[in-house]
């Protein structure tokens, strides 16, 4: 399997999930400004959507993360990762990646534009503190993970799309059990690992 990422990007939570199975992979960093990847290739010819993270395996393209996620784990076993198909478990997992794909995530994208004025980045700023009050609300009752105990593909993405708060001039301070979710995840050795293999820790 070969991974092709940006580092930092939603396709860190691809890449936390890949070493939390233990299971062999390759990486391979993207330009994503200039759609080239680290070894020359087009990568407008590896994913015509041009965006990462993109996941090649025994001659497959899978694109879009939530897949990507659910893919890893269930191709590993890892019901604790991924709860098993049919399950309100599973359905609760389902429930927050695609509220950190369709909110979370989106709500980021003026705050990454270059051509986004100070009006429209200090109107995200607002849009992302009301998705972060969804989520300091489901960890209000101490539980460790976003669905419970246990860490799932869900925690993975989540923690990447909120960690976006240390770069975009949010405080996550004011979300006081968001940012102690975010600190147990960037904890865990897969999150170290991820993020010294991109490049973001020394």
């Known amino acids: 399997m070969k991974l092709y990422y940006s580092p930092g990007a939603c396709s860190m939570a691809s890449h936390i999930v890949l070493r939390e199975v233990g299971q062999p992979f390759e990486i391979e960093r993207v330009d994503t400004a200039n759609k080239t990847t ?27 993360g939530p897949s990507i996620l659910q893919f ?31 909110e979370l995530h ?35 009752d101490g539980r460790i993970y976003l669905t419970g105990a246990n860490f799932t593909v869900a925690d993975a993405y989540a923690f990447v799309a909120s960690n976006w708060a240390n770069f975009t001039g949010i405080q996550l301070t004011a979300w006081p059990k968001l940012k102690a979710f975010v600190e147990r995840v960037a904890a865990r050795p897969s999150a170290q690992a991820a993020m010294k293999a991109e490049g973001l820790l020394g």
Not at 39 to 62: I, R, S, Y
Not at 82 to 101: D, H, I, K, Q, S
Not at 106 to 130: I, Q, S, T, Y
């Open 38 to 64: 680290e070894t020359g290739a087009d990568f407008w010819a590896v994913n015509p959507k041009g965006k990462v993270p993109v996941l090649a395996v025994e001659g497959e393209v899978l694109t879009e």
């Open 72 to 102: 890893v784990a269930d191709r590993a076993g890892d019901e604790t990762l991924a709860p098993r198909a049919g399950t309100m478990a599973r359905a609760r997992v389902n429930e927050l990646l695609n509220f950190t794909g369709t």
């Open 106 to 140: 989106v709500a980021f994208h003026p705050l990454f534009n270059p051509n986004a004025d100070d009006a429209a980045k200090d109107a995200a700023r607002k849009n992302v503190g009301k998705k972060f009050d969804w989520l300091e609300a489901k960890l209000a």
